[in-house]
């Protein structure tokens, strides 16, 4: 039974978008979400636990734990290795729309997230 479960699981991971699956990985997207509403010029360090942890959790899509990465690396801006990442979620044609303005709005944050950001993220991720 346990080789027909790991079965499925690779087919549903293959045949789903991966930032797709984050409506269903419990609420992470809106954590991360969150954590960028929140942050002042960084992540505080107990939300850089939080973002480490989604990181480097292997059963969440690889695109979610790359934004969790870029945020966790925040220092003022997005350096450039968390912006590409940030650019190949926005401009994936798999991925869902709340995922790409997150994404855009984590590229794009200098300091803190500009009001219009707060209240993008409010209205996607209440």
Same mark, same amino acid.
């Given at each position: ?27 992470? *997207?809106?954590?991360? !979400?969150?954590? #960028? &509403?929140? +942050? @002042? $010029? ?5 939300? =850089?636990?939080? /973002? ?11 695109? *979610?734990?790359?934004? !969790?990465?870029? #945020? &966790?690396? +925040? @220092? $003022? ?5 968390? =912006?590409?990442? /940030? ?15 997150? !994404? ?5 944050? @200098? $300091? ?5 950001? =707060?209240?993008? /993220? ?5």
């Amino acid at each position: 039974m346990k080789i027909i479960n790991k079965f499925l699981l690779i087919v549903v991971i293959g045949l789903f978008p991966q930032l797709s699956l984050a409506q269903g990985a419990g609420g992470v *997207l809106k954590e991360i !979400a969150d954590i #960028v &509403a929140s +942050i @002042n $010029h960084f992540p505080s360090d107990a939300d =850089k636990t939080k /973002l480490m942890a989604i990181s480097d959790n292997g059963n969440l899509p690889q695109g *979610l734990r790359d934004m !969790a990465t870029a #945020v &966790a690396t +925040i @220092n $003022h801006s997005t350096n450039a290795e968390g =912006k590409e990442a /940030l650019a190949r979620i926005a401009a994936s044609d798999q991925a869902p729309d709340r995922a790409k303005a997150l !994404a855009g709005i984590i590229s794009d944050l @200098n $300091h803190v997230p500009s009001d219009e950001a =707060k209240s993008t /993220l409010a209205e996607l991720f209440p």
